[in-house]
């Protein structure tokens, strides 16, 4: 832990035309010590802005499997930018509200507390850019957790600088955005909700059967297809989509396997482009990325650039993203030879395409399952369908839960060694802890049609079956230190010294 009454380097240097102004002023300065200095000043900077994204929310940390990749980033929002309101107030801010006071935070790359003043945060949303798991909360597993510091001045005026680590076990960006219940009380068509900003797992949950019955028949035709590519002429003469409700209103995912052999929620996005418009061009506003090419192309760009040292941690987060793995140069390399090799090559398509294609069917088979039809001709059977109502998963007692997809893959011994306190299964709209039902032990039942269940043991003798469990954690045990009233810090402007 580092504290103490610091002298930080004045020069405080912000942006890249600080740096050059200071260079432009060489002559009063020696040489080359100096010209280095800046030089290492400008670099840093840099490698700062890299990082966080140069100001910028990355949705879904996709770029180069964007199905839009005419823009540099994938939904690209900019704090100031209204129309892209994924962020609240405190996703604004440029202090954060701990336990010790409101504070600065800022990247120390170089463990010597910003000597050059670059590492600053400019507004606390774009710590989610640093959540390379998406899992909505930064903490060890996350690459640069280590490399964060925050500082603030107490009422003597002396500053402190600690490691954001010794203040939190792990941080709850969920605070940083706005859900559903916000954009209920805005103009709609100026936010949207900043789960989306997440893995799926943090806000989607199964879809009941019932329900899922009342979609086909309110949208689907009498063989249960929702044709998504139908069209009307609106009393204007104007072309409009049938299911266009449909398509701007709900937002599903299924479970996919990843390349990592593990279970994850995959969403797909609705679009009314035909499968013949979607050949006839690469370049139209659907396109039809997910092709074979395509997806080779554009891996071997990301790895290529990647060793041009072209936005080298963009890359390794959009890698765990599109991958379900997390990064190595070892696995980088696998996927690379394997999607160059002829006989493996369509293994790693199918599970790269998840991001690319997009849904423009649905059919409501017999059996209760259904099959995406997809823009490229390609179909998917799934025997569940996901949704979110853009609000985080909560517990009844009001923790955060997130679906574990990978509960799937794992062995019934290893399910039993889990905390049953922060374990879960969804009841009526809410999430309930296995020890609060009083779950004795977990049962994992796979059925012949592929299909798997756990089966919840209980003290008393029942059972609940169940297709899902969740992940619960207590937000009221992140903050480590907690200072006094009259002891917590505050940014210097804030003292009246």
């Given at each position: 832990?580092?504290?103490?009454?610091?002298?930080l380097?004045?020069?405080?240097?912000?942006t890249?035309?600080?740096?050059?102004?200071?260079?432009?002023?060489?002559?009063?300065?020696?040489?080359?010590?100096d010209l280095?200095e800046?030089?290492?000043k400008?670099?840093?900077?840099?490698?700062?802005q890299?990082?966080l994204?140069?100001?910028?929310?990355?949705?879904e940390?996709?770029n180069?499997?964007?199905?839009?990749?005419?823009?540099?980033k994938?939904?690209?929002?900019?704090?100031?930018?209204?129309?892209?309101?994924?962020?609240?107030?405190k996703?604004?801010?440029?202090?954060?509200?701990t336990?010790?006071?409101?504070?600065?935070?800022?990247?120390?790359?170089?463990?010597d507390?910003?000597?050059?003043?670059?590492?600053?945060?400019?507004?606390?949303g774009?710590?989610?850019?640093?959540?390379?798991?998406?899992d909505?909360?930064?903490?060890?597993?996350?690459?640069?957790?280590?490399?964060l510091?925050?500082?603030?001045?107490?009422?003597?005026?002396?500053?402190?600088?600690?490691?954001?680590?010794?203040?939190?076990?792990?941080?709850?960006l969920?605070?940083f955005v706005?859900?559903?219940?916000?954009?209920?009380?805005?103009?709609?068509?100026?936010?949207?909700?900043?789960?989306s900003l997440?893995?799926?797992?943090?806000?989607y949950?199964?879809?009941?059967?019932?329900?899922?019955k009342?979609?086909?028949?309110?949208?689907?035709?009498?063989?249960?297809?929702?044709?998504?590519?139908?069209?009307?002429?609106?009393?204007?003469?104007n072309?409009?989509?049938?299911?266009?409700?449909?398509?701007?209103?709900?937002?599903?995912?299924f479970?996919?396997?990843?390349?990592?052999?593990?279970?994850?929620?995959?969403?797909?996005?609705?679009v009314?482009?035909?499968?013949?418009?979607a050949?006839?061009?690469?370049?139209?506003?659907?396109?039809?990325?997910?092709?074979?090419?395509?997806?080779?192309?554009?891996?071997n760009?990301?790895?290529?650039?990647?060793?041009?040292n072209k936005?080298?941690?963009?890359?390794?987060?959009?890698?765990?993203?599109?991958s379900?793995?997390a990064?190595?140069?070892?696995?980088?390399?696998?996927?690379?030879?394997?999607?160059?090799?002829?006989?493996?090559?369509?293994?790693?398509?199918?599970a790269?395409?998840?991001?690319?294609?997009?849904?423009?069917?649905?059919?409501l088979?017999?059996?209760g399952s259904?099959?995406?039809?997809?823009?490229?001709?390609?179909?998917?059977?799934?025997?569940?369908?996901?949704?979110?109502?853009?609000?985080?998963?909560?517990?009844?007692?009001n923790?955060?839960?997130?679906?574990?997809?990978?509960?799937?893959s794992?062995?019934?011994?290893?399910l039993?060694?889990?905390d049953?306190?922060?374990?879960?299964?969804e009841?009526?709209?809410?999430?309930i802890?296995?020890a609060?039902?009083?779950?004795?032990?977990?049962?994992?039942?796979?059925?012949s049609?592929?299909?798997?269940?756990?089966?919840?043991?209980?003290?008393d003798?029942?059972?609940i079956?169940v297709?899902?469990?969740?992940?619960?954690?207590?937000l009221?045990?992140?903050?480590?230190?907690?200072f006094k009233?009259?002891?917590?810090?505050?940014?210097?402007?804030?003292?009246?010294?």
């Amino acid at each position: 832990m580092e504290i103490g009454n610091l002298k930080l380097s004045a020069l405080g240097l912000n942006t890249i035309e600080n740096i050059n102004n200071k260079v432009s002023n060489i002559s009063s300065l020696s040489i080359p010590e100096d010209l280095n200095e800046f030089s290492h000043k400008a670099k840093l900077y840099q490698k700062v802005q890299g990082i966080l994204s140069n100001g910028y929310l990355d949705n879904e940390k996709r770029n180069y499997f964007s199905r839009y990749n005419n823009t540099p980033k994938e939904g690209i929002v900019s704090v100031d930018n209204p129309l892209g309101g994924y962020l609240s107030q405190k996703g604004k801010d440029k202090y954060l509200e701990t336990s010790i006071g409101k504070v600065e935070v800022f990247l120390d790359l170089e463990d010597d507390n910003d000597k050059y003043g670059v590492g600053g945060v400019s507004y606390m949303g774009e710590l989610i850019n640093l959540d390379i798991n998406q899992d909505g909360f930064l903490d060890s597993s996350d690459k640069y957790f280590d490399k964060l510091k925050i500082k603030g001045v107490n009422k003597d005026g002396e500053e402190f600088i600690y490691k954001l680590s010794d203040v939190y076990s792990s941080l709850d960006l969920s605070e940083f955005v706005i859900t559903q219940k916000d954009i209920n009380k805005e103009d709609k068509w100026k936010i949207q909700s900043g789960t989306s900003l997440f893995r799926a797992e943090e806000s989607y949950q199964k879809v009941k059967e019932e329900d899922i019955k009342k979609l086909f028949k309110t949208y689907g035709d009498e063989k249960g297809y929702i044709d998504l590519t139908k069209t009307y002429k609106d009393k204007y003469g104007n072309e409009q989509y049938v299911n266009a409700e449909l398509m701007n209103n709900f937002n599903f995912a299924f479970m996919d396997k990843a390349l990592s052999g593990v279970e994850r929620l995959e969403r797909f996005s609705m679009v009314g482009t035909t499968n013949k418009e979607a050949k006839e061009s690469l370049l139209g506003k659907h396109p039809a990325y997910a092709t074979a090419g395509n997806i080779q192309n554009r891996f071997n760009l990301m790895y290529e650039e990647y060793y041009s040292n072209k936005g080298k941690l963009a890359i390794e987060r959009e890698f765990q993203v599109i991958s379900g793995m997390a990064f190595s140069e070892n696995k980088f390399k696998e996927i690379y030879e394997g999607i160059n090799n002829p006989q493996t090559m369509q293994k790693y398509i199918e599970a790269l395409d998840g991001g690319l294609d997009s849904v423009n069917g649905l059919q409501l088979n017999k059996d209760g399952s259904i099959t995406l039809h997809f823009i490229s001709g390609k179909t998917q059977h799934i025997s569940e369908l996901y949704s979110s109502n853009g609000e985080f998963n909560l517990t009844n007692k009001n923790q955060r839960a997130s679906m574990m997809s990978e509960a799937v893959s794992m062995e019934e011994e290893d399910l039993n060694k889990l905390d049953f306190k922060e374990i879960g299964i969804e009841q009526n709209g809410s999430i309930i802890s296995l020890a609060d039902l009083g779950v004795k032990f977990i049962q994992k039942e796979i059925f012949s049609n592929g299909k798997s269940a756990f089966i919840l043991n209980k003290y008393d003798g029942s059972t609940i079956t169940v297709n899902n469990l969740y992940k619960i954690r207590n937000l009221d045990n992140l903050e480590k230190l907690h200072f006094k009233e009259e002891d917590k810090l505050r940014p210097k402007y804030e003292w009246e010294f």
